[in-house]
C-alpha cells in the first residue's frame, strides 16, 4: 500500500486540492493499521465504518482531530434494530461524535434494500434535531 497505492492516492488528493475540492476516501475493512497514512497524505475525510470492527465513537476519539469521520451508522443496526433501540443508539453516536466537528452523521456504508425504512427516516429525523453545530 505504501509503496504502490499511497503515492497515487496523494496524487489524486492533491489534484482535487488543486481545484478547491476536499477529497473523501470510502473504504470498508478495517484501516487501523494504514490510517496514520491515510490522513499524511491529506485524505479530509473517511467513509464506512462498521461497528464490529471499529465504532465510529472510538474512531472520533482516535482520529477526529485529523480528518473527517463521515457515517458510522452500523448497516447491522440499520437493517435489525427495532426503532426505539435504534432511536438510542443513534442519539449515542450524536453525542460522541459531534462535539468538536468533524462528523457527519449517515450510515455506515449503503443504505441496503433490506435496511428498514422507519429506521432510515428516524436516522434522519434525529440528524436534523440533535445533529446541529453551533455557529
Not at 479530509?44 to 474512531?59: L, R
Not at 463521515?70 to 432511536?87: E, M, Q, S, W
Not at 442519539?91 to 441496503?112: D, F, H, Q, V
Amino acid at each position: 500500500m505504501r509503496k504502490y497505492v499511497f503515492p497515487w492516492y496523494r496524487e489524486i488528493v492533491e489534484t482535487a486540492h488543486k481545484q478547491g475540492k476536499p477529497y473523501i476516501l470510502h473504504s470498508c475493512g478495517n484501516l487501523k493499521a494504514v490510517m496514520k497514512d491515510i490522513i499524511e497524505i491529506g485524505v479530509d475525510g473517511k467513509h464506512s465504518y462498521e461497528d464490529a470492527i471499529m465504532p465510529v465513537t472510538e474512531v472520533k476519539k482516535i482520529y477526529g482531530d485529523k480528518i473527517a469521520v463521515i457515517g458510522g451508522i452500523d448497516v447491522d443496526k440499520l437493517a435489525r434494530y427495532p426503532v426505539d433501540k435504534f432511536t438510542e443508539y443513534v442519539k449515542n453516536i450524536i453525542r460522541e461524535c459531534c462535539p468538536g466537528g468533524g462528523y457527519a452523521l449517515g450510515s455506515g456504508n449503503t443504505i441496503t434494500n433490506y435496511s428498514r425504512i422507519e429506521n432510515y427516516l428516524a436516522m434522519l429525523e434525529l440528524g436534523v434535531k440533535y445533529g446541529k453545530y453551533p455557529r
